[in-house]
């Protein structure tokens, strides 16, 4: 059973568009991220929440909104996408405050 | 803020040892976690450090100086499937000094192993 698991896999899209991500954690963790990783792999944190709450907010355009239903699942909503949002989005969940984090396998957004 | 340093890239051979350093720079610390990264995978965590010393699992091995901003993952008897990338990351308070740390990662070390 997939532990973290993210859809869609590959998102391709224009410019403009308005896309969602959507990730679902089965292994009762209180804490979601999304992660950003770009071309060059550097990873980094956008948002996390805690038994639904906001609790990480990095300088993120606010075209990027997460949403977190209950404590198992954490969307994330990009609006008018740009070019340079073409990475790899990873979802990620834990049990405590930090470790060890669970990844998903990743979405990987393309805009034409 | 946070930043880390971590060498881009290592090669080893078969059966051979290891070392990827990383630095630090922190406001605030909780500890120090190595993942692991296939090309086209998830990061998979390797371990944590949140005291001085070395922890062992299997093959792996981590340390951190807390004193010397400073960790290593030491990989013993390398095997041609521990090809990946390496990433150092520090886990700190988040924005306000919230007990909810976040991590930084390093850039990653690519971690090449030859027959």
């Known amino acids: 059973d997939t532990a973290v698991s993210q859809t869609p896999k590959y998102l391709v899209t224009q410019m403009g568009n308005d896309k969602s991500i959507k990730c679902e954690q089965n292994l009762g963790h209180d804490t979601m991220y999304w992660y950003k990783q770009d071309s060059k792999k550097f990873l980094k944190i956008m948002f996390s929440?805690?038994?639904?709450?906001?609790?990480i907010n990095e300088t993120v355009p606010n075209r990027f909104s997460p949403k977190s239903p209950d404590k198992a699942h954490l969307n994330l909503h990009i609006n008018s996408l740009e070019l340079g949002d073409s990475a790899v989005y990873f979802c990620?969940?834990?049990?405590?405050?930090?470790?060890?984090?669970?990844f998903g396998d990743g979405t990987r957004l393309s805009i034409l | 803020g946070q930043s880390l340093e971590q060498p881009s890239e290592v090669t080893a051979v078969e059966g051979a040892i290891v070392q990827i350093n990383c630095t630090y720079q922190?406001?605030?610390?909780?500890?120090l976690s190595w993942y692991q990264q296939h090309d086209g995978g998830a990061p998979t965590f390797l371990s944590y450090?949140?005291?001085?010393g070395l922890e062992e699992t299997g093959r792996f091995s981590s340390f951190l100086s807390r004193s010397d901003s400073y960790g290593y993952l030491l990989l013993q008897e390398l095997q041609m499937k521990d090809s990946a990338s390496y990433f150092c990351a520090v886990r700190a308070p988040g924005a306000g000094g919230t007990s909810y740390g976040k991590l930084t990662f390093g850039q990653g070390t690519i971690l090449t192993v030859h027959p």
């Open positions: 450090n949140a005291l001085d």
């Open positions: 929440y805690n038994n639904k709450e906001l609790i």
């Open positions: 990620a969940s834990s049990a405590q405050r930090g470790q060890p984090q669970h």
């Open positions: 922190t406001s605030g610390f909780y500890g």
